[in-house]
């Protein structure tokens, strides 16, 4: 089967550093991505690793260690305007992305 | 110029009742995808199609029927609506050769009573 884990809820004052982790299992793994969801609002589609390292796009970073099944997104500087849910998920040789149970982050002035 | 677009936003209907959710998209994608979240906020695949094609059909009632007229849209019809049924419905799209890369439409709150 494939599964997914990530923290249930982060906290961070503006303009700090927070890591959202993401460790997975899957069959057929091709890539892992990251989802950004504001309350009341459409998952929106932030990054994508297929292969091991960091990716960066702008104040976002996402991270991937296919030996360790594992990943993460790095928010930097950040705003009160980021605070939202994130969810990492995977994609197999099933055509269809597993969604992870999301992490809920929260930016305090 | 909306990319993804679902009408209604806000659905509030009956236990028993037959209902629909329309999609539509108009970024050329050939794969379109309906999602379910629940109240925990867990967002769950239930089909994919790709070109007009039924792809994924995961472990869904069978009240729940997909219809593709052709590829920029995607309906999803669900009789004898249940009280579990409340969720919110996500309609997405991608490229076929980028499954990973998918546009969410603003969702439909289906609140069964």
């Known amino acids: 089967g494939q599964s997914l884990e990530q923290p249930s809820e982060v906290t961070a004052v503006e303009g700090a550093i927070v890591q959202i982790n993401c460790t997975y299992q899957t069959s057929g793994f091709y890539g892992l991505s990251w989802y950004q969801q504001h309350d009341g609002g459409a998952p929106t589609f932030l990054s994508y690793?297929?292969?091991?390292g960091l990716e960066e796009t702008g104040r976002f970073s996402s991270f991937l260690s296919r030996s360790d099944s594992y990943g993460y997104l790095l928010l930097q500087e950040l705003q009160m305007k980021d605070s939202a849910s994130y969810f990492c998920a995977v994609g197999g040789n099933t055509d269809k992305l597993i969604f992870g149970t999301g992490t809920r982050l929260q930016v305090f002035p | 110029d909306t990319a993804v677009s679902q009408t209604p936003k806000y659905l509030v209907t009956q236990m028993g009742n037959d209902k629909s959710i329309k999609c539509e998209q108009n970024l050329g994608h050939d794969t379109m995808y309906w999602y379910k979240q629940d109240s925990k906020k867990f967002l769950k695949i239930m089909f994919s199609?790709?070109?007009?094609?039924?792809?994924i059909n995961e472990t869904v009632p069978n009240r729940f029927s997909p219809k593709s007229p052709d590829k920029a849209h995607l309906n999803l019809h669900i009789n004898s609506l249940e009280l579990g049924d409340s969720a919110v419905y996500f309609c997405?799209?991608?490229?076929?050769?980028?499954?990973?890369?998918?546009?969410f439409g603003p969702g439909t709150r289906l609140t069964v009573l």
């Open positions: 199609y790709n070109n007009k094609e039924l792809i």
């Open positions: 997405a799209s991608s490229q076929v050769k980028e499954p990973d890369t998918q546009y």
């Open positions: 690793n297929a292969l091991d």
